[in-house]
């Protein structure tokens, strides 16, 4: 199985270094092709760190993460940038639409970006936008959206590219609990059907049973011994770990 990410030995430093505790210390972390992984947390506990750090969003303080082949390290600031909008996608908890353009042109941004012609993908996307259901609101603007919608557009947009793997920042955090659902199962089912490795931070274990694996962040650092994988994970079994981890 093809390794997407590798990071080894990971660290944050607070900008009050002196004074204290790291936001991250020694992360171990591995997540293979097609993988849906979830890091489960509190507010405060590092998960939107990790992630910048891991997707090349911000430079850790020390240690290592390869990302699709690459040592995100040895890479000048163009190159990750690149890398980023090729090889990966993003969805955050705050939908970042253009408002003025429609759902169709917003998920086609990523291609302008990059001075693609989007074109030759038409196929693709047109598959994304019937499995999101948004067929009907191509042409529709931001405003005129619910937010449920607004994130489904939002996971086409990251889905535009063919990324190998996706990162989502607490994608149900600012959703209405039937409309997170529904955003959860979205992206389980896009996981299994585009073969896209996804890398889940969330403080909800609704929404981190739909992962393969789920994994704990406590105090900044990954909780050893503590990961819960295979079939049966369910928010019962991930919000009992919680309570024995006290976070």
Partial sequence: MTKLLIASRLGLDSPEAAREAPILHDIELELDEGEFVAVMGPSGSGKSSLLHCLSGLERPSRGTVVLCDQELGKLSERKRTLLRRKRTGFVFQFFNLLPDLTVEENVLLPFLIVGEDPAPHRARLDEVFAALDLDDLRDRRPHALSGGELQRASIARALAVRPELLFADEPTGNLASAAGERTMQLLRALNERFQTAILLVTH????????????????GGLVQGAELKGEGIDASLVFSRLEELGI
Avoid at 208 to 217: C, I, K, M, Q, T
């Fill in 204 to 219: 909800n274990p609704r929404d981190a049973a739909f992962a393969d694996r789920v994994l704990f962040l406590k105090d």
